[in-house]
Protein backbone atom coordinates (compact mmCIF):
# COMPACT_ATOMS: atom_id res chain seq x y z
CA UNK A 1 0.00 0.00 0.00
CA UNK A 2 1.22 3.70 -0.71
CA UNK A 3 2.32 5.85 2.11
CA UNK A 4 1.74 9.23 -0.09
CA UNK A 5 -0.41 11.88 1.79
CA UNK A 6 -2.51 13.91 -1.46
CA UNK A 7 -0.51 16.15 -3.70
CA UNK A 8 0.81 16.52 -7.32
CA UNK A 9 4.02 16.85 -9.05
CA UNK A 10 5.61 19.41 -10.58
CA UNK A 11 8.45 18.23 -14.16
CA UNK A 12 10.16 21.32 -15.05
CA UNK A 13 10.36 21.94 -19.16
CA UNK A 14 8.07 18.71 -19.68
CA UNK A 15 7.42 20.16 -22.93
CA UNK A 16 9.47 17.42 -25.10
CA UNK A 17 12.37 15.19 -24.65
CA UNK A 18 13.36 13.67 -21.07
CA UNK A 19 10.39 16.17 -19.18
CA UNK A 20 7.95 15.34 -20.97
CA UNK A 21 8.42 11.41 -20.59
CA UNK A 22 9.12 12.02 -17.16
CA UNK A 23 5.58 13.52 -16.49
CA UNK A 24 3.54 11.28 -18.33
CA UNK A 25 4.90 7.92 -17.01
CA UNK A 26 4.23 9.69 -13.34
CA UNK A 27 0.84 10.92 -14.28
CA UNK A 28 -0.20 7.76 -16.86
CA UNK A 29 1.69 5.04 -14.36
CA UNK A 30 1.62 6.37 -10.90
CA UNK A 31 -1.70 8.16 -10.90
CA UNK A 32 -0.07 11.78 -9.81
CA UNK A 33 -1.07 15.04 -11.35
CA UNK A 34 0.85 16.34 -13.05
CA UNK A 35 2.20 20.03 -13.62
CA UNK A 36 3.93 20.00 -17.06
CA UNK A 37 5.86 22.79 -17.17
CA UNK A 38 6.96 24.58 -20.09
CA UNK A 39 9.17 27.87 -21.11
CA UNK A 40 8.11 28.89 -24.67
CA UNK A 41 6.44 25.35 -26.52
CA UNK A 42 2.97 25.99 -24.91
CA UNK A 43 1.69 23.54 -28.03
CA UNK A 44 4.33 21.38 -26.55
CA UNK A 45 2.89 21.42 -23.24
CA UNK A 46 -0.44 20.84 -24.44
CA UNK A 47 0.44 17.61 -26.22
CA UNK A 48 1.67 16.38 -23.26
CA UNK A 49 -1.12 17.30 -21.36
CA UNK A 50 -3.98 15.94 -24.02
CA UNK A 51 -1.71 12.62 -24.35
CA UNK A 52 -1.67 11.73 -20.59
CA UNK A 53 -5.69 12.67 -20.17
CA UNK A 54 -6.41 10.57 -23.05
CA UNK A 55 -4.63 7.93 -20.78
CA UNK A 56 -6.90 8.60 -18.07
CA UNK A 57 -4.36 10.79 -16.54
CA UNK A 58 -4.62 13.79 -14.60
CA UNK A 59 -2.31 17.28 -15.98
CA UNK A 60 -2.34 21.00 -16.73
CA UNK A 61 0.30 22.79 -18.72
CA UNK A 62 2.05 25.61 -16.14
CA UNK A 63 3.97 28.55 -17.53
CA UNK A 64 7.01 30.18 -16.58
CA UNK A 65 10.75 30.10 -17.24
CA UNK A 66 12.85 28.71 -14.55
CA UNK A 67 15.99 30.82 -15.16
CA UNK A 68 14.21 33.94 -14.02
CA UNK A 69 14.05 34.82 -10.24
CA UNK A 70 10.92 34.52 -9.00
CA UNK A 71 9.63 31.99 -10.94
CA UNK A 72 9.42 29.50 -8.48
CA UNK A 73 7.02 30.84 -6.54
CA UNK A 74 5.00 31.94 -9.25
CA UNK A 75 4.77 28.19 -10.78
CA UNK A 76 4.63 26.54 -7.40
CA UNK A 77 2.21 28.36 -6.45
CA UNK A 78 -0.21 28.26 -9.20
CA UNK A 79 0.19 24.54 -8.86
CA UNK A 80 -0.45 24.44 -5.05
CA UNK A 81 -3.32 26.46 -5.89
CA UNK A 82 -5.33 24.12 -8.31
CA UNK A 83 -3.92 20.96 -7.16
CA UNK A 84 -2.49 21.25 -3.50
CA UNK A 85 0.65 20.12 -1.94
CA UNK A 86 3.52 19.78 -4.73
CA UNK A 87 4.91 16.60 -2.97
CA UNK A 88 7.05 15.86 -5.88
CA UNK A 89 9.52 18.05 -8.01
CA UNK A 90 11.70 16.68 -10.69
CA UNK A 91 14.20 19.38 -12.04
CA UNK A 92 14.52 18.75 -15.66
CA UNK A 93 14.44 21.77 -17.59
CA UNK A 94 17.99 22.16 -19.22
CA UNK A 95 19.82 23.84 -21.84
CA UNK A 96 23.37 23.71 -23.62
CA UNK A 97 25.29 26.30 -25.20
CA UNK A 98 28.56 24.65 -26.10
CA UNK A 99 31.58 26.30 -27.06
CA UNK A 100 35.80 25.83 -25.93
CA UNK A 101 36.40 27.42 -22.80
CA UNK A 102 38.25 30.05 -24.11
CA UNK A 103 35.14 30.69 -26.58
CA UNK A 104 32.67 30.65 -23.94
CA UNK A 105 30.82 34.05 -23.98
CA UNK A 106 29.58 35.27 -20.34
CA UNK A 107 25.72 35.08 -21.57
CA UNK A 108 26.90 31.23 -22.74
CA UNK A 109 27.88 30.81 -19.23
CA UNK A 110 25.13 32.22 -17.42
CA UNK A 111 22.11 30.67 -19.15
CA UNK A 112 23.41 27.52 -18.55
CA UNK A 113 23.96 27.94 -15.05
CA UNK A 114 20.50 29.86 -14.15
CA UNK A 115 18.82 27.10 -16.11
CA UNK A 116 20.29 23.74 -15.16
CA UNK A 117 21.46 24.76 -11.63
CA UNK A 118 20.16 27.65 -9.99
CA UNK A 119 16.66 27.12 -11.03
CA UNK A 120 16.84 23.42 -9.54
CA UNK A 121 18.41 25.55 -6.15
CA UNK A 122 15.03 28.40 -5.90
CA UNK A 123 12.70 25.71 -6.78
CA UNK A 124 14.06 23.66 -4.28
CA UNK A 125 14.37 25.95 -1.66
CA UNK A 126 10.66 26.31 -2.15
CA UNK A 127 9.34 22.99 -2.66
CA UNK A 128 11.21 21.21 0.18
CA UNK A 129 9.16 23.37 3.18
CA UNK A 130 5.77 21.95 2.48
CA UNK A 131 7.87 18.24 1.66
CA UNK A 132 9.21 18.62 4.87
CA UNK A 133 5.62 19.67 6.71
CA UNK A 134 3.97 16.77 4.97
CA UNK A 135 6.42 14.32 5.92
CA UNK A 136 6.38 12.80 2.51
CA UNK A 137 8.46 14.90 -0.40
CA UNK A 138 10.34 13.16 -3.81
CA UNK A 139 13.20 15.50 -5.11
CA UNK A 140 15.20 14.11 -8.27
CA UNK A 141 17.33 15.94 -10.48
CA UNK A 142 18.28 15.45 -13.88
CA UNK A 143 21.89 15.75 -14.22
CA UNK A 144 24.44 14.17 -16.76
CA UNK A 145 26.83 11.50 -17.17
CA UNK A 146 29.26 15.10 -18.20
CA UNK A 147 30.15 16.80 -14.77
CA UNK A 148 31.67 13.74 -13.20
CA UNK A 149 32.95 12.90 -16.82
CA UNK A 150 34.88 15.45 -18.79
CA UNK A 151 33.24 16.53 -22.57
CA UNK A 152 35.19 18.93 -24.41
CA UNK A 153 32.75 22.28 -25.32
CA UNK A 154 30.80 21.41 -22.25
CA UNK A 155 32.38 23.32 -19.58
CA UNK A 156 29.59 25.36 -18.55
CA UNK A 157 27.52 22.62 -18.86
CA UNK A 158 29.73 20.10 -16.92
CA UNK A 159 30.02 22.84 -14.18
CA UNK A 160 25.99 22.93 -14.12
CA UNK A 161 25.54 18.86 -13.82
CA UNK A 162 28.64 18.76 -11.33
CA UNK A 163 26.73 21.34 -9.30
CA UNK A 164 23.74 19.59 -9.49
CA UNK A 165 24.77 16.71 -8.07
CA UNK A 166 26.41 18.10 -5.42
CA UNK A 167 23.53 20.11 -4.08
CA UNK A 168 21.36 17.32 -4.59
CA UNK A 169 23.39 15.14 -1.61
CA UNK A 170 23.84 17.96 0.73
CA UNK A 171 19.62 18.70 0.49
CA UNK A 172 19.49 15.14 1.06
CA UNK A 173 20.98 15.20 4.08
CA UNK A 174 19.72 17.84 5.42
CA UNK A 175 16.05 16.76 5.11
CA UNK A 176 16.59 12.65 5.23
CA UNK A 177 14.75 12.67 8.91
CA UNK A 178 11.53 14.09 7.55
CA UNK A 179 10.49 11.40 5.04
CA UNK A 180 11.65 13.56 2.08
CA UNK A 181 14.04 11.78 -0.80
CA UNK A 182 16.49 13.89 -2.90
CA UNK A 183 18.38 12.18 -5.50
CA UNK A 184 19.63 13.04 -8.95
CA UNK A 185 19.69 10.75 -12.40
CA UNK A 186 22.61 11.34 -14.81
CA UNK A 187 21.78 10.34 -18.33
CA UNK A 188 24.29 9.59 -21.00
CA UNK A 189 23.15 10.09 -24.87
CA UNK A 190 19.21 10.49 -25.06
CA UNK A 191 17.89 10.52 -28.39
CA UNK A 192 16.16 14.46 -27.92
CA UNK A 193 16.61 17.50 -29.54
CA UNK A 194 18.94 18.50 -27.46
CA UNK A 195 21.36 15.86 -29.01
CA UNK A 196 20.03 16.41 -32.59
CA UNK A 197 22.87 16.96 -35.14
CA UNK A 198 25.35 15.05 -32.78
CA UNK A 199 27.80 12.66 -34.53
CA UNK A 200 26.78 8.64 -34.96
CA UNK A 201 30.39 8.36 -33.58
CA UNK A 202 29.36 9.37 -30.04
CA UNK A 203 26.97 5.76 -30.58
CA UNK A 204 30.31 4.08 -30.88
CA UNK A 205 31.46 4.76 -27.93
CA UNK A 206 28.11 3.67 -25.77
CA UNK A 207 28.65 -0.21 -24.75
CA UNK A 208 25.02 -0.64 -25.37
CA UNK A 209 25.22 0.74 -29.03
CA UNK A 210 21.99 2.66 -29.12
CA UNK A 211 21.09 5.86 -27.97
CA UNK A 212 18.93 5.80 -24.89
CA UNK A 213 14.95 6.79 -25.12
CA UNK A 214 13.31 9.58 -23.03
CA UNK A 215 11.39 6.61 -21.80
CA UNK A 216 15.11 4.58 -20.08
CA UNK A 217 15.67 8.07 -18.39
CA UNK A 218 11.65 8.47 -17.29
CA UNK A 219 11.63 4.81 -15.93
CA UNK A 220 14.90 5.54 -13.43
CA UNK A 221 12.85 8.78 -12.20
CA UNK A 222 9.59 6.60 -11.39
CA UNK A 223 11.47 4.37 -9.51
CA UNK A 224 13.17 7.28 -7.21
CA UNK A 225 9.84 8.57 -6.59
CA UNK A 226 8.20 5.52 -5.74
CA UNK A 227 7.67 4.46 -2.77
CA UNK A 228 10.48 1.46 -3.30
CA UNK A 229 13.07 3.88 -3.49
CA UNK A 230 11.74 5.09 0.27
CA UNK A 231 15.19 4.76 1.65
CA UNK A 232 16.91 5.58 -1.50
CA UNK A 233 18.47 9.41 -1.02
CA UNK A 234 21.45 11.42 -1.62
CA UNK A 235 22.38 9.20 -5.13
CA UNK A 236 22.93 9.78 -8.61
CA UNK A 237 21.59 6.71 -10.82
CA UNK A 238 23.43 6.73 -14.05
CA UNK A 239 21.49 5.94 -17.17
CA UNK A 240 23.61 5.95 -20.27
CA UNK A 241 24.07 2.20 -21.42
CA UNK A 242 27.41 1.76 -20.15
CA UNK A 243 28.92 4.95 -21.33
CA UNK A 244 30.93 5.62 -18.08
CA UNK A 245 30.95 2.53 -16.87
N1 LIG B 1 19.31 14.45 -24.19
C1 LIG B 1 20.39 14.01 -23.58
O1 LIG B 1 21.22 13.26 -24.14
C2 LIG B 1 20.66 14.39 -22.16
C3 LIG B 1 21.74 13.80 -21.52
C4 LIG B 1 22.01 14.14 -20.20
C5 LIG B 1 21.20 15.02 -19.53
N2 LIG B 1 20.14 15.59 -20.18
C6 LIG B 1 19.33 16.53 -19.41
O2 LIG B 1 17.98 16.15 -19.46
C7 LIG B 1 17.14 17.31 -19.34
C8 LIG B 1 16.13 17.33 -20.47
O3 LIG B 1 16.84 17.33 -21.68
P1 LIG B 1 16.18 16.99 -23.09
O4 LIG B 1 17.21 16.25 -23.85
O5 LIG B 1 14.82 16.41 -22.90
O6 LIG B 1 16.09 18.48 -23.68
P2 LIG B 1 15.12 19.13 -24.78
O7 LIG B 1 14.51 18.11 -25.64
O8 LIG B 1 15.92 20.22 -25.38
O9 LIG B 1 13.97 19.77 -23.86
C9 LIG B 1 14.30 20.75 -22.95
C10 LIG B 1 13.08 21.12 -22.16
O10 LIG B 1 13.49 22.07 -21.17
C11 LIG B 1 12.63 23.20 -21.27
N3 LIG B 1 13.34 24.39 -20.83
C12 LIG B 1 14.55 24.86 -21.23
N4 LIG B 1 14.86 25.99 -20.57
C13 LIG B 1 13.80 26.22 -19.73
C14 LIG B 1 13.53 27.23 -18.80
N5 LIG B 1 14.37 28.24 -18.59
N6 LIG B 1 12.35 27.19 -18.11
C15 LIG B 1 11.47 26.17 -18.32
N7 LIG B 1 11.70 25.18 -19.19
C16 LIG B 1 12.85 25.22 -19.90
C17 LIG B 1 12.21 23.26 -22.71
O11 LIG B 1 11.00 24.01 -22.76
P3 LIG B 1 10.60 24.98 -23.99
O12 LIG B 1 10.67 24.13 -25.20
O13 LIG B 1 9.24 25.44 -23.65
O14 LIG B 1 11.62 26.06 -24.03
C18 LIG B 1 12.01 21.76 -23.00
O15 LIG B 1 10.75 21.35 -22.53
C19 LIG B 1 18.10 18.51 -19.34
O16 LIG B 1 18.35 18.92 -18.02
C20 LIG B 1 19.36 17.94 -19.97
O17 LIG B 1 20.52 18.64 -19.58
C21 LIG B 1 19.85 15.29 -21.47
Redesign the pocket.
Known amino acids: MSSRPEGCALV ?9 AIATTLAVDDGWTVGV ?5 EA ?2 QRVVEGIEEAGGRAAPVA ?4 QRGSDEKVLAELEERFGPVLVLVN ?5 ADGLTVQLDDDAWDQVLA ?2 LS ?1 AFRLTRRAVRTMVRARFGRIVN ?5 GPKANAGQAN ?1 AAS ?1 AGLIGFTRTVAVEVARRGVTVNAV ?10 EGLGPELLDAVPARRA ?1 T ?1 ED ?1 AACVRFLISDHASYVTGTTLTVDGGLSA
Open positions: TGASRGIGANFRSDGAGDVANAGMRTNAVASVVYKAPGLIETDLTGPV
